[in-house]
């Protein structure tokens, strides 16, 4: 059989069982699982042709506008599935990519290694939610396989670079691997380089100087981009720089053990040898590929590691794709040298992706989690006529913009984040709603309620009794 034969069957095999593992343990609608907090938010900017949160994610939004107008299911549904089919693609360019980087492959490892990554509780729990995160790890698969084909063109290997800013900030770190994979030439290094900045900055202008303003067609609670000062504090995500390496000292150790765990639970700890090993390999046969990939994935870790926030270390899913390569290549030499010794215990590594489904299904399975939906729609449905709803936390904000918003539900009530009426582009969305010149930063949400004759209602306050 030929690599070209091999690559096919270990590629079907894995989007095949992957697909089917992720529509299983797929939610039918909006969810909080899996830190998809921020789900509500992604799908009304699609769905109303606004930005989400900074820095506003163009390609997400582009894609985002494709599946929304699929004919089956809810809104929710049909995001979650968007990060199914790229989570799962992802998958199967990761197995292209490491079909090429292997001598003579055989389908167990490619399959092995396809499935360990697609099972990966970190990719998995992304697949399964409206987020960006899926999507990330399809496009650094999809620059890991461009890297290894051949040699990439600067122009090539910047762009998608810098497209891939348009899905997340946290591609930048894959920059090496396209230095790597354009520097094999011999001719002209400083020019290519230079090149490649400039295609990287090429790309993220064609995101966010091009596609975000396109999309943007309705007033965004997150940015003005009438002006210049407005379209740049989206696109830098200055709302969230803050957060960057502002993890407090106190919080390193418990940063690290949390780390540690994530990093041994993606292909167990046997998997995580595996991948050393790999490594190690790898710098054997192929040192720049071994190094760039090794300064990618340091990157992104200490970017997650000192991210103030709770779920920072899902930015690690940028990288995933990249530590299946390590452990592919360390899976390939471990069975070669187990057909030296004994063929049949070769088989035993399929217990490996075996293992993973059996101990990470019930963590991972919200199939029928709609605690989101239920609560918005229960708050909505309870808050008097005309009500101001009041909210102090993202993800009940999100939820309840989801079903007013997009399921159009209880159209007369007002939804009010109090926390983001510090932010200027906010205010004026919200007095524009509620048919006011200006909204004062220093007005209390009672008065105003008071002023505007109408209820007052905390959501939060509610969510709290239910709670008891």
């Not at 030499?333 to 399929?350: D, G, S, T």
């Not at 993973?356 to 609560?375: H, K, P, T």
């Amino acid at each position: 059989m030929t690599q070209k034969t091999y690559a096919v069957i270990g590629l079907s095999v894995c989007i095949l069982i992957v697909s089917i593992i992720y529509l299983l343990t797929m939610p039918s609608s909006l969810t909080w699982a899996h830190y998809g907090a921020d789900g509500g938010d992604l799908i009304r900017a699609v769905a109303k042709g606004s930005l989400p949160h900074p820095p506003g994610f163009p390609m997400y939004l582009l894609l985002g506008n494709l599946f929304i107008r699929l004919p089956w299911g809810n809104p929710a549904w049909r995001m979650n599935l968007l990060s199914v089919v790229t989570a799962a693609s992802g998958t199967g360019l990761a197995v292209l990519a490491l079909a090429k980087i292997l001598d003579q492959p055989s389908p167990l490892v490619l399959a092995i290694s396809g499935l360990s990554l697609g099972l990966a509780p970190l990719l998995w729990s992304q697949a399964l939610i409206t987020e960006v995160y899926a999507l990330c790890a399809f496009w650094s698969a999809l620059l890991l396989l461009a890297v290894t084909v051949r040699d990439v063109s600067p122009w090539g290997g910047g762009l998608i670079v810098g497209l891939g800013l348009g899905v997340h900030p946290t591609l930048i770190f894959l920059t090496p691997l396209a230095v790597w994979g354009m520097c094999r030439a011999e001719r002209a290094r400083i020019g290519r380089l230079i090149t490649l900045g400039v295609a990287i900055l090429l790309g993220w202008g064609i995101m966010y100087g091009g596609v975000l303003l396109v999309l943007a067609r309705t007033p965004s609670p997150w940015a003005d981009l009438s002006s210049f000062n407005g379209w740049w504090n989206i696109a830098s995500a200055r709302l969230y720089r803050g957060y960057i390496f502002d993890l407090p000292m106190v919080d390193w150790p418990r940063r690290l053990l949390a780390l540690g765990g994530i990093l041994a639970r993606q292909f167990t700890p046997i998997g995580a040898l595996v991948s050393i090993l790999g490594v190690k390999h790898l710098w054997e046969i192929k040192r720049g590929l071994a190094l760039s990939s090794l300064v990618a994935c340091l990157g992104c870790v200490l970017y997650a590691f000192g991210y103030n926030t709770t779920d920072s270390m899902v930015y690690l899913t940028t990288v995933l794709s990249v530590a299946m390569l390590w452990f592919g290549v360390g899976l390939k030499f471990v069975i070669e040298r187990l057909c030296r010794w004994q063929p049949y215990l070769r088989w035993l590594l399929v217990l490996l992706p075996l293992v993973q489904g059996i101990v990470f299904w019930c963590q991972m399975d919200v199939s029928d989690n709609r605690e989101a939906l239920l609560w918005a729609e229960r708050v909505l449905a309870r808050a008097p006529d005309r009500a101001l709803v009041i909210t102090d936390e993202d993800a009940h904000t999100f939820a309840l913009w989801y079903v007013h918003d997009v399921l159009e539900r209880e159209q007369g009530i007002q939804v009010i984040d109090r926390d983001m009426l510090g932010y200027l582009p906010y205010r004026g969305m919200i007095a524009e709603e509620l048919g006011l010149d200006e909204l004062p930063v220093q007005r209390d949400v009672a008065e105003l309620a008071f002023d505007l004759g109408r209820p007052l209602v905390y959501a939060d306050e509610m969510a709290q009794q239910d709670n008891e």
